[in-house]
């Protein structure tokens, strides 16, 4: 089996102070193609307005969201959003007992954890992380579980049983079941497409000599959900930023006509959207088009490369070429360094919008440090303004996402949502750490509700609720409750 990725993008975010004496050696660089035609100014000018997120806009994204959802529940292939069953009919209501495991693959990580539950009274008792395809989950998995401590007990004559987030698109055919549609967020696993994910692991794990079985597939998005639900009876939606991105949401058994006379006990399921996959009207600029071009899955997933933390450096570091090249943003010649795709992460951009002094000081060692430029400070300031433009344009987007589903669900339960406390749980490196990018997600909510109708819509972050509430969806399903 042969796993490539996409040189990382996100990774874990964190802000730290560069200083130029601890700069490396001069970099090396290669003479750029000048054009005289064109300057930095109508080039930053033309990024504002390609990158625009006017209300009206904003509107239309929501409600082509809206739209996309109800035709991807109508039937398979119905959208260019799967809005895949996720088969989670019982959600954690807090009573779950026992001695949990989860297993946790994302874009960035792959984690293994254990949770002791001690029912209403007690809740989670206890919790372990480990940090870390299918044969290397197994491993890491057998050498987490034979360091299990006398916090954790598991009943007598039970086999330990599992909650695997899996945050790639899957078709789920049942609870414990799910077949792989395509690898995304720059993932290229060989020989995994098409084949079911659980029956890979449970043989995985049978090669280790491992007693142990999956009893709920989900994604991130799904696990953030439950995780947060379990805490907080008015949780209904969640929304993964990060690496990558995607959203799910608590749907009525009888708004799905795909389901085609299938029934949940509980009349209502979570439905994984795979929202990155949408595209309906989303304003895009040349260098978007470039960059999806250049990707392993050009044309797809189109709002997760708008949206997501993979992406948003790799935006800004090509319109930095661009103006490097057009109008010499940063002197005669563009530093190899910065033509390396995927060279400036968002993390980068993200600490130069935290920088507020005089001569933006960590913008300079940063430009420096990870792309090789040197820079004055009118060259930083267009830098900063670039990032915020891309960035805007994300949050906003999100935003607008946001409130589709919000819209959906509102139209079909006339009144439920918009009329009560309705949680928005949110999780992601993207999320938690960029500042800028919370506040233009909150605003374009804000803008497209109202004052009044927002205040009921709580969007609330849930740190690393995706593997918690796998942990917790294998206790709602276990095969002994």
């Known amino acids: 089996m042969s796993v490539a ?57 929501a409600d082509a969201m809206a739209a996309d959802m109800r035709a991807g529940l109508a039937v398979d292939g119905g959208s260019d959003l799967k809005m895949i069953l996720s088969y989670v009919d019982s959600l954690p209501s807090g009573n779950e007992e026992g001695l949990f495991y989860a297993l946790d693959l994302g874009g960035t990580n792959f984690r293994v954890l254990r949770v002791q539950l001690g029912g209403k009274q007690e809740r989670v008792i206890a919790t372990e992380f480990d940090q870390q395809l299918f044969d290397f989950i197994a491993s890491g998995l057998a050498k987490f579980a034979q360091k299990e401590g006398n916090k954790f007990h598991l009943p007598t004559g039970t086999k330990r049983e599992i909650g695997f987030t899996f945050s790639f698109p899957v078709k789920q055919t049942s609870i414990d079941s799910g077949i792989l549609i395509k690898w995304t967020k720059g993932f290229s696993v060989s020989g995994t497409a098409g084949k079911d994910v659980v029956a890979c692991l449970n043989e995985a794990m049978e090669r280790r000599g491992l007693d142990m079985r999956v009893s709920a597939l989900i994604n991130d998005a799904v696990g953030t959900l439950a995780g947060a639900r379990y805490w907080d009876d008015d949780v209904m939606v969640a929304v993964i930023l990060g690496t990558g991105t995607n959203a799910c949401y608590v749907e009525r058994a009888d708004a799905i006509p795909k389901l085609q006379g299938q029934v949940s006990s509980s009349g209502r399921t979570i439905i994984n959207t795979e929202w990155g996959a949408f595209s309906d009207g989303l304003p895009l600029t040349e260098f978007d088009r470039e960059m999806d071009a250049a990707s392993i899955n050009p044309g797809e997933q189109i709002f997760e490369k708008t949206i997501s933390g993979m992406y948003l450096g790799e935006i800004v570091r090509r319109v930095l070429v661009k103006m490097a090249e057009a109008d010499a943003l940063f002197g005669e010649s563009v530093p190899e360094k910065l033509s390396t795709p995927f060279a400036l992460r968002t993390p980068d951009i993200c600490a130069m919008q935290q920088d507020i002094s005089d001569d933006l000081q960590d913008v300079g060692s940063i430009l420096y440090n990870v792309a090789g430029v040197e820079s004055n400070l009118s060259a930083r300031k267009i830098v900063v303004d670039v990032c915020d433009t891309v960035v805007k344009r994300g949050g906003r987007l999100a935003g607008a996402g946001i409130v589709g589903i919000l819209q959906k669900m509102e139209e079909d339960s006339k009144g439920l949502i918009f009329g009560k406390r309705t949680v928005v749980a949110m999780d992601g490196g993207l999320y938690e750490n960029y500042p800028q990018y919370r506040r233009y997600l909150q605003e374009a909510v804000t803008e497209l509700l109202g004052t009044e109708i927002s205040k009921n819509v709580v969007i609330e972050h849930s740190k690393d609720g995706s593997g918690i509430g796998a942990a917790l969806l294998a206790a709602a399903n276990s095969q002994y409750a």
């Open 5 to 61: 990725a996409t040189p990382p993008a996100v990774g874990p975010f964190y802000l730290r102070r560069r200083s130029p004496s601890t700069a490396m050696s001069m970099p090396r660089f290669r003479m750029a193609v000048r054009s005289a035609a064109v300057s930095v100014t109508p080039l930053l000018t033309k990024l504002h307005n390609d990158s625009a997120t006017p209300l009206p806009l904003l509107r239309h994204v």
